[in-house]
């Protein structure tokens, strides 16, 4: 069992509108995905959570500041970004030095995202877990799948 999760941002805790500009923390609606409350709230009575995303215009405190808005931020022990990695997701090195960060081995980390190859095939190279959240209800051969987050609890 992880000791670890690593929670993508948009699309996987919360709500990227496709027509909303600029930094998710200055939106006039930002919204949880569904199930991200019980499940965040559930998870991190065993274990520490964590974001690791993407966005490259948004620091640390920007999305911290998002999270509190939808009141996911007391299950969050830190936030991992491009402004204090160096990195992007698009590069399994993100994960290594998140690792290297927490101080822990990778297999006590899991990825949990939206997105196949920045969350779950880049998570896997690094030697994390990974589990792919998959909005459309399709299924993976290869990796862990989920089509809510609440299934994370039960896993």
């Given at each position: ?65 998002a ?27 993100f ?49 862990k ?11």
């Amino acid at each position: 069992m992880p000791l670890i999760y690593l929670f993508d941002w948009g699309d996987t805790l919360m709500v990227d509108f496709a027509d909303a500009q600029g930094k998710m923390c200055d939106w006039l609606k930002v919204e949880a995905v569904e199930g991200a409350l019980e499940t965040l709230q559930t998870l991190s009575q065993k274990h520490d959570i964590y974001i690791a995303t993407n966005a490259a215009d948004s620091c640390e405190q920007d999305i911290k500041s998002a999270f509190q808005r939808v009141k996911l931020s007391p299950f969050i022990k830190g936030y991992f970004c491009f402004e204090n990695i160096g990195l992007s997701k698009k590069d399994p090195a993100f994960y290594s030095k998140i690792v290297s960060k927490l101080g822990v081995s990778p297999e006590c980390v899991t990825m949990v995202g939206d997105s196949q190859i920045n969350d779950v095939e880049n998570a896997l190279k690094a030697g994390l877990n990974a589990v792919w959240f998959s909005h459309s209800g399709e299924k993976h051969h290869t990796y862990k799948t989920i089509n809510s987050l609440v299934e994370l609890i039960h896993l």
